[in-house]
């Protein structure tokens, strides 16, 4: 067996060791690390902000919460993990240089990073899968009753808590020099480091971007025909007078682009953000000359923590009434703006009305 030290968010180090010898206690980049202080705590702060007022919006709503809103609201829960059990201990870990903290306590940063990273990528995937279902097949998704407890949403944690479990037996807390100890990963030579970094690279990257591209590209090309379908029956009532229903179909097209829209902008963030650290991490463990110590390979893998910040943004922007909740958020001594807090319809309802409009047209 043999100690090292694996690079980059996932495993809470910008510090590589020579993966083929005893780690050592080298000096490191000091102007690197400050680089990567300033900017570890410009996203932690925001990630925090953002993600926590959103959630508090959210859950002064949760009465009232469409299914759409209940993922949002766990999306941010997940994101709030990356940014307090990974971002933050990424921080103070470049603020003291090696770990602070007894065995348990390695373990424990070492699990929770990757719950982290586990429960934002799958909480996404469900998410879309919930929105294919919701477009494909909107009879059978209506016709659900609502649940105490949503299934996808507890499949994406439970998928999370037991897939990060490894991490608890891979990392310890050992002595890398006389007297110097870190929070350091053992894995068997030569082939257990890559054999674990493809896997997480696979179930955490590879496969969940798969699913939601596939389903994203299934869902576009339904609203695409039905957005045919609906302007055929438009230009055919064009002389006929408007019926209250026909007026409704053409709100919800809207509002079906609106979210579909917004789905694949933050499924091409989280690709955008997350495939430089996956792309980094598979070089450093499989090319023996990766540059690991340079400030491109850092900057690649900070890349990842933004998708935290990023998330509550693109919900916001797409609500349509960011600028009202962002006051209703600050000024918590302010009224409630109702008009600006008030609940969309639910998709599902929503896309049940339409296709049914529709078939009436006929």
Sequence with gaps: MHDVQLSGH????????????????????????????????????????LNFGLMLVLWKRRKQL????????????????????????????????????????CRLVKYLQVVGMFASTYMIVVMTIDRYQAICNPMVTFQRRRARWNGPVCAAWCVSLVGSLPQLFIFSRVEVAPGVYDCWAEFIQPWGLKAYVTWTTLVIFVLPVLT??????????????????????????????????????????????????????????????????FTVQLWSVWDAQAPTQTATFTILMLLASLNSCANPCIYLLFSGKLPKRLVAL?????????????????????????????????
């Design 330 to 362: 600050v000024c918590a001594a302010q009224p409630e703006l109702k008009e600006s807090m008030q609940e969309e319809t639910t998709m599902v309802s929503s896309l049940y009305i339409s296709l049914k409009s529709l078939s009436d047209c006929r």
């Design 10 to 49: 996932l495993w809470n180090s910008m510090k590589n060791s020579n993966l083929s010898a005893p780690p050592q206690d080298e000096p490191r980049d000091e102007h690197l690390a400050q680089v990567e202080i300033a900017l570890l705590s410009i996203i932690f702060i925001t990630a925090g902000i």
């Design 212 to 277: 939601v591209v596939v389903c994203q590209v299934r869902i576009c090309r339904t609203v695409h025909v039905n957005f045919h379908m609906k302007m055929h029956h438009a230009g055919e009532a064009v002389n006929k007078p408007l019926s209250s229903r026909a007026s409704s179909v053409a709100g919800v097209s809207k509002a079906r682009v609106k979210t579909v829209k917004m789905t694949v902008v933050i499924v091409l963030v989280y690709i955008v953000c997350w495939a430089p650290f």
């Design 66 to 105: 469409s299914r759409m809103r209940v993922f949002v609201f766990h999306l941010c829960v997940a994101d709030l993990v990356v940014t307090f059990f990974q971002v933050c201990p990424q921080l103070l870990w470049d603020i003291t240089d090696r770990f602070v903290g007894p065995d348990i306590l």
